[in-house]
């Protein structure tokens, strides 16, 4: 079985910094793109930054130049720097992982999600 665990959520004020993580684990075979996802009450879940495997990147008009994510690939963890968060960046949280277990094909997986709240 494959485990997606984020962590680095909570609360914070506008204009101040969280850092999220996920973490991926068990019979991995390799990881092609992360991402990270988030949802807020009322409104479908959405792209907020993907990594490929070697390291390119793309992000969200919403976040560019406030955003940054990178990833570990030793570690089969992916990161989410944000900063200047502004109040409309509240959201559940969620990571994605396009990966392969050791006997299998490509498959899409995700993190339980992680709360990120912003106040004014």
């Known amino acids: 079985q494959v485990q997606l665990v984020e962590s680095g959520g909570g609360l914070v004020q506008a204009g101040g910094s969280l850092r999220l993580s996920c973490a991926a684990s068990?019979?991995?075979?390799?990881?092609?793109?992360m991402a990270w996802y988030r949802q807020a009450p009322g409104k479908q879940r959405e792209l907020v930054a993907a990594?490929?495997?070697?390291?390119?990147?793309n992000y969200a008009d919403s976040v560019k130049g406030r955003f940054t994510i990178s990833r570990d690939n030793a570690k089969n963890t992916v990161y989410l720097q944000m900063n200047s968060l502004k109040p409309e960046d509240t959201a559940v949280y969620y990571c994605?992982?396009?990966?392969?277990?050791?006997?299998?094909?490509?498959?899409?997986?995700w993190g339980q999600g992680t709360q990120v709240t912003v106040s004014s």
């Open positions: 994605n992982a396009d990966l392969r277990l050791r006997f299998g094909t490509f498959s899409a997986y």
């Open positions: 068990g019979s991995i075979r390799d990881i092609n793109a």
């Open positions: 990594i490929t495997s070697g390291g390119s990147t």
